[in-house]
């Protein structure tokens, strides 16, 4: 469970895509994977099911599909649910609980499970309630439930008749078009433009009642579309130049009782990695675009300094970073984008080594995030052997008495700590800040140190290494 422990601890519910295994699959096995055992053993499940197809419908809620259990007595001998052989002939080809059933029942398989599929006439207020009334209902019992809903995001191509609605580059147009949705689904919020971008929108309805009710908390655990899903690790989350695509975009959410926080999780920094490729990749090509993450990313909620830096055949071949300051307010994601940008004049200016288009995709991309600017500790740089460890794990920015200033980020003590002593360190800082080997000893300078953590992906066994 690792990173995710905090979430799943306190799990209630999830939005998850419907869409076939081979496709979105992996979305939903990183919630199903990362279950504790209690809620693999769940005794029940509510799953509200998208309806494709509303020719025949009424304001009754249709049931799919129940478990005979007494606790669902209070829908199934309700007048305003509809079953077995009333259903409509659409819910009845109903597709959202069908495609995922198997993957339900294989990872719940001692729970009890209603599917629900509410239709546009639906009244979504009162099937909101009535859930919530079966929720304490159940936790009265010391028995508990999970609430699933089920949405594909944005479909887009020749397929759907529909190749208007993105502008190119498709993939970050679909960013921007669903950045508002996803937020605002993470807020408990939905607005009527964000309706048009749902599949299915009276199961999402319907839930987001229910967790803003019980004030649930959400984050993203995985945003990616059918045109990259079974690409790499980095290549299926970033912003790909193809001209000629169609796709269904999917997304995971999970909602529960864990505290709100702006933690970085594994879909952030993957994006955040796909974001400097693209960047670098869109100047080889030569489009002039934007390229950002989307509002929801977390390092939108950062101000911390960031290092970008890229390697081919084990050798750096651009490095560029931007610092947080007390002055300076620059949010984290668009440091990201700003460091990429000089990645690849600093590959040839500077490295010697070119990134290409032919060789882009044998590089790694590493970005590395350094601590708080208030978590920094400053000292006169004179008393640099007594203050600083050559450990690995520190980095440090000088700021020489003339207003000169570099950085030896900890990668540098990591790579020298068995052959530098401290007096190289701060000597070759020193020169590498344009100033003299000894200017560190003045009584001026100024020594801040710090440590980071950096992620790095690697094409070879594609996988992202954290350090």
Known sequence: MGIYKNYYNNFRGAII?????EYAGAARKLIFNNLNDKDKNIEYIIYLAALHNPINSTEKVFILEYDNDIEFTMFLNNDNYIKDQYLSKGAKEEHSYKWVKSEIKENFKNSKILVLCPTPYSNLKNLANEIINFIYKINNKNKKIILFATTDLTHYGKRFNNISLLKFPHELNK????????DNLLKNNL???DLNIICGPYAIQTFIYISKYFNWNSRVIDYYDSNNYNKNLIDKYRINFDLNKEFVSYISIIYGTFKHDNNLLPIDIIMALGVVKSTIESQLLNYDIEIKLPIWNKFNYMNNGIFVGTEIDNSTNSCNGNFQTDKNNIKSSVKIINSSKNCLNDSINRWNNPITLNNLKNHKFKIEILDDINSWEEY?????NEKFILDGKHGMLLKLYNGNSATFLPIV??????SWSINNYMTYLSIKAGGHKDDWKHKDSIMNIYSSI??????INNTIIAK
């Open 191 to 193: 607005e009527n433009e």
């Open 454 to 459: 950096s992620f790095k992906y690697s094409p």
């Open 175 to 182: 960013w921007r078009r669903e950045e508002k949705l996803i």
């Open 17 to 21: 895509p419907h869409a076939g295994q």
């Open 413 to 418: 003590s990591e790579d020298n700590k068995e």
């Open 380 to 384: 006169k740089s004179i008393y640099a």
